[in-house]
């Protein structure tokens, strides 16, 4: 509740007390081993996006769920893989950034554009809101150009209307 109504610090305060019951590493029980992995993603995205001078620490707390994760759990993996590629864009560490993007797709496996519609949403998010916008920062015009050439079709077939708005946006960009 506190995150939802900007009470940063607060939230920051509950999920610490979580953590701490939870305790370090991965728990053997498999619910304690999911929770311990999403309250450490929660408090990366509060220490990331709502506090000011913290974000090392949230990059940090994001590779502790990374390395959490359940290796069955794939799309998860890429999901978080995907946030800290986000942050790392943020923090102007491009190299970083694409590290995870490509470890985030490879967990998504081949053709992720076949698969079901949330790994589609989520290899789009990757593409678009991800490796585009990264090219666009780091001036590489013919990079996000082969992005949005790589995607126009998935965007067009399973897209929904986010998806369809960051295509147009980063070819308006491009």
């Known amino acids: 509740h506190a995150v939802s109504v900007f009470a940063?610090?607060?939230?920051?305060?509950?999920?610490?007390?979580?953590?701490?019951?939870?305790?370090p590493g991965r728990p053997a029980d498999e619910l304690m081993a999911k929770a311990a992995v999403?309250?450490?993603?929660?408090?990366?995205?509060?220490l990331h996006w709502r506090c000011v001078g913290v974000e090392r620490?949230?990059?940090e707390v994001l590779r502790e769920a990374i390395g959490?994760?359940?290796?069955?759990?794939?799309?998860?993996?890429?999901?978080l893989l995907n946030l800290l590629a986000r942050m790392e864009i943020e923090n102007h560490d491009?190299?970083?950034?694409?590290?995870?993007?490509?470890?985030?797709?490879a967990r998504l496996g081949d053709r992720p554009e076949d698969q079901d519609q949330a790994v589609v949403?989520?290899?789009?998010?990757?593409?678009?809101e991800g490796r585009a916008v990264l090219y666009y920062f780091n001036n590489e015009p013919a990079r996000v150009a082969a992005?949005?050439?790589e995607v126009g079709p998935v965007v067009e077939a399973r897209g929904g209307p986010t998806q369809k708005q960051y295509?147009?946006?980063?070819?308006?960009r491009a």
Do not use: M
Request: proline residues 0%; without cysteine; hydrophobic residues 55%.
């Open 8 to 23: 940063n610090d607060e939230a920051i305060l509950s999920y610490r007390s979580a953590l701490a019951v939870v305790g």
């Open 38 to 46: 999403q309250l450490r993603a929660k408090l990366a995205y509060v």
């Open 57 to 59: 620490e949230a990059r």
């Open 68 to 79: 959490l994760v359940d290796e069955r759990d794939s799309f998860q993996a890429a999901r």
């Open 94 to 105: 491009y190299g970083a950034a694409l590290a995870a993007f490509d470890a985030a797709e």
């Open 121 to 128: 949403e989520l290899w789009l998010e990757i593409q678009l």
């Open 147 to 149: 992005v949005l050439a």
């Open 167 to 172: 295509f147009l946006t980063a070819l308006h």
